[in-house]
Nanobody, 114 residues
Framework: QVQLVESGGGLVQPGGSLRLSCAAS????????MGWYRQAPGKQRELVAR???????NYADSAKGRFTILRDNAKNTVYLQMNSLKPEDTAVYYC????????WGKGTLVTVSS
């Protein structure tokens, strides 16, 4: 089993930045894919960014150029640096891991509003 705990959400004004963190524990040696999804009210959960099994990164079109996924292997933590935030980025952001999984965190709410 893998446990994922997100943090870093909150209220931010349009154009602002936030950094989300996801700390993994448990059978982390089994993880081969890890990343972030989000779910806005009334919408399906969607991929935001992830590290693939080869170590490369995938980004949703909406995230390209604004969001960056980072990781600190020593801390078993993955980050999502979000810049130039827009109101449409408002959502609950979930950390996700496969190994085999899927494993999900409980989510952290990001609200972009003036």
């Amino acid at each position: 089993q893998v446990q994922l705990v997100e943090s870093g959400g909150g209220l931010v004004q349009p154009g602002g930045s936030l950094r989300l963190s996801c700390a993994a524990s448990g059978s982390i040696f089994s993880i081969n894919v890890m990343g972030w999804y989000r779910q806005a009210p009334g919408k399906q959960r969607e991929l935001v960014a992830r590290f693939t099994s080869s170590g490369s990164t995938n980004y949703a079109d909406s995230a390209k150029g604004r969001f960056t996924i980072l990781r600190d292997n020593a801390k078993n933590t993955v980050y999502l640096q979000m810049n130039s935030l827009k109101p449409e980025d408002t959502a609950v952001y979930y950390c996700n891991a496969w190994g085999p999984g899927p494993f999900w965190g409980k989510g952290t709410l990001v609200t972009v509003s003036s």
